[in-house]
């Protein structure tokens, strides 16, 4: 199999690629805690109208939060799509995994 040689491609998997495989696969691990605490905590009972405020932040909404994990529903389910998806992100990944 020939190997690439084209310093532009090679920076772009080695600078660009590989780090975002390194950020799903901590996705993906974060998320999988997340769902333990969502359902540990009935996350699912809040109301759409229930709010959750912080003078920091903006307000969100049960709605807005159940969106979001959705979203992250389909991120992490797209991710962990069949072994063959999970085998080349991880492949790809050089340093070892750290979530936190």
């Not at 199999?1 to 491609?9: D, G, H, L, Y």
């Not at 999988?32 to 605490?37: E, G």
């Not at 992100?89 to 050089?94: L, S």
Request: with cysteine; hydrophobic share 45%.
């Amino acid at each position: 199999m020939p190997q690439i040689t084209n310093e532009s491609q090679i920076r772009v998997v080695n600078e660009e690629l590989r780090p975002l495989c390194e950020n799903i696969r901590a996705l993906v691990a974060r998320y999988s805690a997340l769902v333990q605490r969502w359902n540990a905590n009935d996350m699912a009972s809040v109301a759409d109208g229930d709010t959750f405020e912080r003078s920091d932040v903006p307000t969100i909404n049960g709605a807005e939060i159940k969106a979001i994990k959705a979203a992250f529903d389909a991120l992490a389910t797209a991710a962990t799509a069949d072994a063959n998806t999970v085998a080349v992100i991880n492949k790809a990944c050089v340093r070892p995994l750290t979530v936190g």
